[in-house]
T-cell receptor, first 114, second 116 residues
Framework: SQQGEEDPQALSIQEGENATMNCSYK?????LQWYRQNSGRGLVHLIL?????REKHSGRLRVTLDTSKKSSSLLITASRAADTASYFC??????????????FGRGTQLTVWP | DAGVIQSPRHEVTEMGQEVTLRCKPI?????LFWYRQTMMRGLELLIY????????DSGMPEDRFSAKMPNASFSTLKIQPSEPRDSAVYFC??????????????FGPGTRLTVL
């Protein structure tokens, strides 16, 4: 399977703490993306990091990518109760995969307690 | 743009009935995806289209499932006959394709299907 795997499956923290989620994948990629899903809603694209990038920031989000280890991490700093959601990583797979599709992991359920 | 639109938002039906889910992608997007999400199996890609042509339907569980995209602004996913194990949330997503260097996907709100 080419899909990514997030770790941990569930994460519970207090408001103000940082949350770190990890993603591992199996094939070479062109880019890796992180998505967020609030309960009862569709997935929303958060951030994309290209295979030649090592780190990217967007507001309170920081994404790192280590292509040698085939892994990525998503850091949410100073978390808020509103950050409670499931977070998914998605990869575009290797050159043998079908163009256009993404491979999603099972997600990390983040709960931020006020 | 209103984003990806799906209808209905909720569907409750009895086993054996036909179910049709509808999707309107974001205007100008070349790709359209149908996903199914359950607690047990997570997010599964069922089928996707590029410029209205089905590219990969290997995720369609069985012949009871079919999908069409008659034009660039409309797609349907049909289940006939429906079974209780089809109960899930079905998402439609679209992606810009050639108009973007990246393949980020935009998801609709989903259709929650319950088959009794």
């Amino acid at each position: 399977s080419q899909q990514g795997e997030e770790d941990p499956q569930a994460l519970s923290i207090q408001e103000g703490e940082n949350a770190t989620m990890n993603c591992s994948y199996k094939t070479s990629i062109n880019n890796l993306q992180w998505y967020r899903q609030n309960s009862g809603r569709g997935l929303v694209h958060l951030i994309l990091i290209r295979s030649n990038e090592r780190e990217k920031h967007s507001g309170r989000l920081r994404v790192t990518l280590d292509t040698s280890k085939k892994s990525s991490s998503l850091l949410i700093t100073a978390s808020r109760a509103a950050d409670t959601a499931s977070y998914f990583c998605a990869t575009d797979g290797d050159r043998g995969s079908t163009l256009g599709r993404l491979y999603f992991g099972r997600g990390t359920q983040l709960t931020v307690w006020p | 743009d209103a984003g990806v639109i799906q209808s209905p938002r909720h569907e409750v039906t009895e086993m054996g009935q036909e179910v049709t889910l509808r999707c309107k992608p974001i205007s100008g997007h070349d790709y359209l995806f149908w996903y199914r999400q359950t607690m047990m199996r997570g997010l599964e890609l069922l089928i996707y289209f590029n410029n209205n042509v089905p590219i990969d339907d290997s995720g369609m569980p069985e012949d009871r499932f079919s999908a069409k995209m008659p034009n660039a602004s409309f797609s349907t996913l049909k289940i006939q006959p429906s079974e209780p194990r089809d109960s899930a949330v079905y998402f439609c997503a679209s992606s810009p394709g050639r108009t973007s260097a990246y393949n980020e996907q935009f998801f609709g709100p989903g259709t929650r299907l319950t088959v009794l």
